[in-house]
């Protein structure tokens, strides 16, 4: 009687190689789809993100007639971009103007916050030395609580003609210039909000001065 070969025997054998070459093959072809995807909705993608930014800056700004982009260059506030493959990379600040006079200046930055890190623009008056408006562009925080330095329109209406630097106080307790209450039990991510509009006008003021000097 003929002993019944066990079933792993019967089965064709598939050499590494042939498997090997069958998964580059399918990597490849998943590679150059995502590729042609992301080609394709690039310009849609570009398209949302400039409507975004522009729709803060009317909103900081409070409804300018129009803006001029101004790039940092080595320190300086120039209406020139240097010679790039994509000059929106680069380090940018708008000035809006109304009846031909400068209304403020759009001030785009980010630092961590509770979560992750928090993006915004806000709007700055170099005349009175006051931020106009502030709109989170991006942000991580958490929902409920954190969240609230974009959700809650008490919180934002406050930064609309406050004196800078601006000082954190608990709920209920300011009542000084630029004091302003932060979020009961979000003022890690309130606190973050104010440092990043401090620390973008500590190094950024001193350039619209000398641009301010230099029209």
Same mark, same amino acid.
């Not at 790039?71 to 680069?90: C, F, I, K, M």
């Not at 623009?121 to 954190?146: A, C, N, Q, W």
């Given at each position: 009687?003929?002993?019944?070969?066990?079933?792993d025997?019967?089965r064709?054998?598939v050499k590494?190689t042939k498997?090997i070459?069958?998964?580059?093959v399918?990597?490849?072809?998943a590679?150059?789809?995502i590729?042609?995807? $992301?080609?394709k909705?690039?310009?849609a993608? =570009?398209a949302?993100?400039?409507? &975004? *930014?522009q729709?803060?800056?009317?909103?900081? %700004?409070?409804?300018p007639?129009?803006?001029?982009?101004?790039?940092?260059v080595d320190?300086?506030?120039?209406?020139d971009a240097?010679?790039v493959?994509?000059p929106?990379?680069?380090e940018?600040?708008?000035?809006?103007?109304s009846n031909?006079?400068?209304t403020g200046?759009a001030?785009?930055?980010?630092?961590?916050?509770?979560?992750?890190i928090?993006?915004?623009m $806000?709007g700055y008056?170099?005349?009175?030395? =006051?931020?106009?408006g502030?709109r &989170? *562009?991006?942000?991580?925080?958490t929902?409920? %609580?954190?969240?609230k330095?974009?959700?809650?329109s008490?919180?934002?209406?406050?930064?609309?003609?406050?004196?800078?630097?601006?000082?954190g106080m608990k709920?209920?307790?300011?009542?000084?210039?630029?004091e302003?209450?932060m979020?009961t039990?979000a003022?890690?991510s309130?606190?973050a909000?104010?440092?990043?509009?401090n620390?973008?006008?500590t190094?950024?003021q001193?350039?619209?001065?000398?641009?301010?000097?230099?029209q």
């Amino acid at each position: 009687m003929t002993a019944t070969p066990p079933p792993d025997a019967q089965r064709p054998q598939v050499k590494s190689t042939k498997l090997i070459t069958t998964l580059a093959v399918a990597g490849m072809m998943a590679g150059t789809l995502i590729v042609t995807v $992301f080609q394709k909705t690039l310009p849609a993608i =570009e398209a949302h993100k400039a409507l &975004v *930014l522009q729709q803060a800056i009317q909103t900081v %700004l409070s409804g300018p007639e129009r803006f001029d982009t101004l790039y940092v260059v080595d320190e300086v506030l120039t209406r020139d971009a240097p010679e790039v493959n994509n000059p929106n990379q680069l380090e940018r600040i708008f000035v809006g103007y109304s009846n031909g006079t400068r209304t403020g200046y759009a001030i785009a930055a980010g630092e961590p916050g509770f979560q992750d890190i928090i993006r915004l623009m $806000f709007g700055y008056d170099h005349t009175s030395g =006051e931020v106009i408006g502030m709109r &989170v *562009l991006e942000s991580k925080e958490t929902p409920g %609580l954190g969240d609230k330095i974009e959700k809650d329109s008490s919180f934002v209406s406050s930064f609309r003609g406050i004196a800078t630097p601006i000082t954190g106080m608990k709920a209920g307790t300011s009542d000084e210039a630029g004091e302003l209450d932060m979020i009961t039990g979000a003022t890690i991510s309130s606190r973050a909000v104010i440092k990043i509009i401090n620390n973008a006008l500590t190094r950024l003021q001193p350039m619209i001065e000398a641009y301010e000097v230099s029209q």
